[in-house]
């Protein structure tokens, strides 16, 4: 893997209750930024692979808003959560096999409004169901929190799972996000405070929930070659993969057990030629807390049922074993979907991240996951 494609720039657009720009304006200044920090310009760019967010607004036109011209690929990509791994697969893909020489991933959204609630912005209207299907939405599942709430409530009952358990989660991602200036939630957590959150969905407390921020993420991915002469570190894209599992609520199916970790990780893994013992970092999508302990199992570091346990260990917090999520995640950091864990992976990789920087730091998994467990994205990252 030492000709493994590379991420030389990222960034990340002021982020969070950011009011008064569109998607199309947090990414266009991602990508501005991205390259820049690579030590590039727009015009070494001859790739781009856009997705946009629930508020929608992002689309092939962006490439001419930036004054791109002459790509060799230019894409819409979405898979939810789970496009930015997918987008880095493509491009890191592309640049291997000579179809382009520098590619820019880019995520924007700007879902919150003034004056609205942060759930506002995946309201119920979008998930009705419709058809036979109607029997979901009378029956009250008619929300992002109502079908995740009914996966974590089979999961903590099928193995004996107690509250504390995804409450530890939250608490250790929050001692994470303390010692990260992006984080929109930087207040020390503690256990009485998560039980004293609100209900939204039982078994989800509010601060079981990832935040919903406005803002925008890139990354430029390149050949080995170009990267040994840019301006940052190199992060090499060792491995990945991606499952779409493609659930159905009946008896017998494996929804909010098993998820599409379980085989998109090994397969990253199995490119990188890396084993969960030889990774540093667990980057993983934290939509939800359940998503990291479940995650974390299907990926190998631990086996079924057992995550919970490490998390209510101290292993996943700062001077644990385990360091996980290390900028705070979703639930304490930002939402950018799949980028948010990327962004943490390639500053950590980097060396860049401060007081929160991890000692072991040549290897990290990055998860993303998009819709209710519908598709899964896993990248294995490492330094040069």
């Known amino acids: 893997m030492q000709h493994a494609a590379a991420i030389v720039g ?14 199309r304006s947090f990414a266009a200044e991602a990508v501005r930024l991205a390259v820049a920090d690579a030590g590039l310009t727009l015009a070494d760019v001859d790739g781009l692979l856009i997705n946009t967010g629930k508020a929608g607004g992002v689309d092939l036109t962006l490439a001419r808003r930036l004054g791109l ?35 820019v991933c880019v995520f924007a959204d700007a879902p919150r409004q003034p004056g609205d609630s942060s759930g506002a912005a995946y309201r119920a209207s979008s998930l009705q169901a419709t058809g036979f299907r109607s029997a979901e ?14 996966a974590a409530s089979r999961y903590l009952n099928h193995y004996r799972i107690p509250q504390d358990h995804l409450g530890a989660v939250a608490v250790s991602q929050r001692a994470w996000a303390v010692d990260n200036p992006m984080a929109q939630m930087r207040t020390p957590l503690t256990l009485d ?17 990832c935040l919903v921020s406005n803002g925008g993420a890139a990354v430029v991915v390149t050949t080995p070659e170009r990267a040994a002469d840019l301006a940052q570190p190199p992060v ?7 499952s779409h599992p493609g659930y159905i609520l009946e008896r017998g199916s494996d929804f909010g ?59 996943l917090a700062p001077g644990g074993t385990l360091p996980t999520n290390t900028g705070g995640g979703q639930l304490s950091a930002f939402y950018l979907w799949g980028m948010t864990p990327l962004i943490e992976a390639v500053t950590q990789i980097r060396g860049h991240a401060g007081v929160r920087q991890v000692p072991r730091h040549e ?7 998009g819709g209710i467990l519908d598709h899964h994205a896993t990248l294995v990252l490492g330094g040069v």
């Open 137 to 150: 939405t009378a029956a009250g599942f008619t929300s992002v929190n109502h079908r995740y709430a009914l």
């Open 193 to 209: 405070d998560y039980h004293r959150s609100r209900w939204i969905v039982e078994p989800l407390h509010l601060l079981d929930c």
């Open 257 to 315: 057990l098993v998820t599409g970790a379980a085989s998109a990780g090994p397969a990253a893994l199995k490119m990188a030629g890396l084993t969960p013992a030889d990774i540093d970092l667990r980057q993983i999508y934290d939509c939800y807390t359940y998503t990291v302990l479940v995650t974390l199992e299907d990926y190998g570091f631990c086996g079924k049922g057992e995550a919970g346990e490490l998390a209510a260990s101290g292993a």
């Open 236 to 242: 090499r894209v060792l491995g990945w993969g991606q």
């Open 10 to 23: 990222a960034a990340v657009t002021e982020v969070g209750k950011v009011y008064g720009r569109s998607g």
């Open 69 to 103: 011209r002459d790509l060799r690929v230019l894409s819409e990509v979405n898979a939810f959560g789970a496009s930015a791994g997918i987008m880095v697969a493509q491009a890191a893909a592309a640049v291997l096999s000579g179809t382009a020489e520098v590619v």
């Open 363 to 369: 290897t990290a998994i990055v998860s993303g996951n």
